[in-house]
């Protein structure tokens, strides 16, 4: 291959990851820039990644300060060489966990705010109190969700990827538990109805006496 030119897979690949990049809150430049350094073997200085992609510098530039904000590359320096090179996280993990942080920061941690605030206000009629009753519903699943993320960000890479591979395994013991419990309420129930149903027989004994 020639310098500064991609081969129809690695083309394919950055194309694709530009599209998809717009789902995740990244434009479509920005996502072709870190699909670039991704597959790239030896880290990438602004003027190589212009070349590659037949950007400008000035869009590199600024795609890559974004890349930064989102700790998805980091700058290096090549010993004798004053430009700067960037390179993403060599851990795939890194990169997941740094792509929820964000997501959540910017996305999930402003509503999370909105919600407390709007909580706080002394409902004016039935209608705001039902609102804010649903209000608190939403307030609640996000914040467990958060504390489950909060959690996951401090596993080890090989921690979390154990973990997701037990899913299936997860679910099956989840299954056993409820199994269990709501048998354990049914006997409880039963027990309960025995109680009363001799409780009532003592009564009548006792009225005919």
Known sequence: MEPNTLSPLMQRFILHFGEMGSRWGINRTVGQIYALLYVQARPLNADEIADYLSFSRSNVSMGLKELQSWRLVKLLHQPGDRREYFEPPKDIWDIFKALLEERRRREIEPTLSMLRDALLETPASADDKHAQKRMREMYDLIELSSSWFDDVQRLSPETLSSLMKMGSKIKKLLDVKDKFRFGGEKAD?????????????????????
């Open 189 to 209: 129930k039963n027990d309960k109805a025995d109680k009363e149903e001799k409780a009532a027989a003592a009564s009548a004994a006792k009225a005919k006496e």
